[in-house]
């Protein structure tokens, strides 16, 4: 049994492409076929799935290609990018399902796990640390059951991730289409990292690659990448300004592959000129309305850390913290839906109704003349989109963070910004109500602001500059 054992492990190797190693650095929250990462009656905790993975895989292999053919003046919609990528990951392509070229394996080496249900509220950690999107994860949960399943987390994971040739696959596939693949995968996990709440830090992770296979392991770029990968994670020292620069390094060295990769492909087609922002989110150096990081050093520890991340998104935060405006007062000109979609919160409105506010596709509009509204308008309002949160509102977030380090606490924050913010500011409004509830009920006045006018790009670096220095500050807090 032994011996078979070896043989398989043998066979297996002809086809390893890369093998890595990942280590967490903030809590990893993987989730189930519920959505909740441990189930209590079984006593099981979710652990990564190569599905998800290959999931975060492929948004970046998609934005990889995007920004090559960015630089050369050609822009692709997601279709578009996807039928470029299917010839490696998989996919359709002229109208035929063309199977993965790459098989992934998952082994956890070492593991502890969390409850991070005493961050949903300040008053249930003694260090009064609240995360935003912790609380709003919590909202309807009512047993400390379901708390115990929505928020058991692995606080240390060691994972052993194999990439592979899929064996099933006869054809000849050139190298270039490997290198491209490792270097989406690694750029997905840098950025990305495992499993829920990624843009907001939570599953960032330190990736070495521990092994290249026969295929891939005489190129001289790829050995160039675990050198900055181990330099990046694992030298004791390194400044930011060292930090900064490694990852462009990664980041050039990526669109190369995938430059090559796209030069391999037998059949690209035609495709439109860049006009504007780009039509797909897109990695891409020297643009940085496209593109765009920053890295900060953080004198926190990890959970408030991540609290600080998660409400220097808030507009609240913002009003008084950047743009002097009374935290009471309308936040209507701060046009946070450029930061991603849904972004809407339901309040009680009069005696037995609620209404949805923030950036919504209203059924009926209002301005600011109106100030009583007849039963069919407040219908209108108070029916509008539950159906659109998840629908076609939902934009990524264009602002993600990664903790890349732990000892010390540096930040990766990054924007990408697409052209699908811009279009949709033609179907949304903001809706605020002014005033304040009185006795009789429908008194307060709904206000919906078109946003036609608004400036995408110009917005988006206002609102990089406001968080960046909301971090930068928190951050040099002792």
Not at 234 to 244: A, N, Q
Request: with cysteine.
């Amino acid at each position: 049994m032994a011996s078979l054992e070896k043989l398989q492990e043998q066979l297996l190797d002809e086809e390893l492409l890369a093998e890595l190693e990942l280590e967490n650095t903030t809590p990893v929250i993987i989730g189930g076929y519920n959505a909740r990462p441990y189930s209590a009656e079984l006593n099981l905790m979710e652990e990564p799935r190569p599905t998800e993975i290959k999931g975060l895989w492929r948004w970046w292999a998609r934005s990889l290609v995007s920004g090559a053919l960015l630089t050369k003046g050609i822009d692709v919609n997601i279709a578009e990018a996807n039928k470029i990528i299917a010839p490696i990951l998989g996919g359709l392509m002229e109208g035929a399902l063309e199977p993965s070229k790459l098989t992934i394996s998952t082994e956890v080496l070492d593991q502890e796990h969390i409850d991070l249900s005493m961050y949903t509220n300040r008053n249930r950690n003694k260090d009064g640390i609240e995360i935003v999107r912790l609380k709003l994860l919590s909202q309807g949960l009512r047993s400390q059951r379901e708390f115990q399943e929505r928020f058991k987390a692995y606080s240390r994971l060691r994972l052993r991730l194999k990439v592979y040739k899929y064996y099933a696959n006869l054809e000849k596939i050139p190298q270039s289409f490997y290198e491209f693949s490792l270097y989406s995968l690694v750029l997905s996990l840098m950025f990305s990292g495992l499993g829920a709440i990624t843009t907001r830090a939570f599953g960032s992770v330190k990736v070495k690659i521990t092994r290249l296979g026969k295929t891939l392991g005489n190129i001289q770029d790829l050995i160039k990448l675990q050198e900055i990968l181990n330099t990046l994670y694992y030298r004791s020292r390194i400044s930011i300004d060292e930090v900064r620069e490694k990852i462009w390094e990664v980041i050039r060295l990526a669109l190369n592959s995938a430059n090559k990769y796209i030069s391999s492909l037998k059949r690209l087609g035609s495709f439109s000129r860049v006009n504007g922002l780009p039509s797909t989110p897109s990695i891409v150096v020297d643009n940085a309305n496209a593109f765009r990081l920053e890295v900060l050093l953080c004198n926190a520890n990890t959970y408030k850390l991540l609290s600080v991340v998660g409400s220097s998104m808030l507009k609240q935060q913002m009003k008084s913290s950047c743009f002097e405006i009374n935290p009471r007062d309308p936040g209507v000109n701060i046009h946070t839906f450029v930061l991603g979609l849904p972004r809407t919160s339901v309040i009680p409105y009069g005696r037995q109704h609620k209404l949805r506010t923030g950036y919504i596709v209203p059924k009926q509009k209002f301005n600011q003349r109106q100030r009583r509204f007849d039963a069919n308008q407040i219908n209108a309002a108070i029916q509008a989109i539950d159906e659109d949160k998840t629908g076609r509102l939902r934009r990524i977030s264009t602002i993600g963070f990664t903790l890349l380090r732990d000892n010390p606490p540096i930040i990766l924050v990054y924007g990408m910004l697409a052209k699908d913010i811009d279009i949709i500011k033609h179907e949304i409004v903001h809706r605020g109500v002014h005033g304040r509830p009185g006795p009789r009920g429908h008194v307060r006045r709904i206000v919906d602001t078109r946003l036609d006018h608004v400036n995408v790009v110009n917005e988006f670096n206002n609102l990089w500059n406001c968080i960046i220095e909301l971090i930068r500050r928190e951050c040099s807090r002792r």
